[in-house]
């Protein structure tokens, strides 16, 4: 099973009064992570994976030790739990050697723009969310 492993930039803007990155900027670390994973990784040399969109069916997520803003990169590990005909488990954990700040999933939905209606996966994107599935690897 692999991981894919997206190093998240940490903005000044992430900061809150406390001193620490925002419980609301983890939710654009998974979205950056998951758009490297999903439209970056996926699709490869010509393919079209997940091109046609998708949408957020849920987040969830244990937020464990708090972060604070420096120049470093935090990593997001990303790998996926569940895949079903329409829906797939993408989990997360936001970590530094020897630090997990933060466990995360959220179940994602392949989406048709044109028709505005969630659609199946397809036997390509299946093939490559198997590459990253660890059924008992579960984050959240």
Known sequence: M???????PLRWADMDAFGHVNNVAFLRYLEEAR?????????GEGAASFTGGSVVAR?????????V????PVDVETWVTDISAASMT??????DPGTLYARAA???VPYNLTTQRPRRITAEEK???EQFRDEGAVAA
């Open 106 to 108: 959220t179940v994602v």
């Open 2 to 8: 692999a991981r894919h492993v997206f190093r998240c």
């Open 127 to 129: 093939a490559f969310l």
């Open 59 to 67: 987040h969830e997520i244990d937020y464990l030790r708090p972060l």
């Open 35 to 43: 758009i490297d994973f999903m439209f970056r990784l996926a699709p």
């Open 90 to 95: 993408v989990r997360y954990e936001v970590k």
């Open 69 to 72: 803003h420096r120049h470093e």
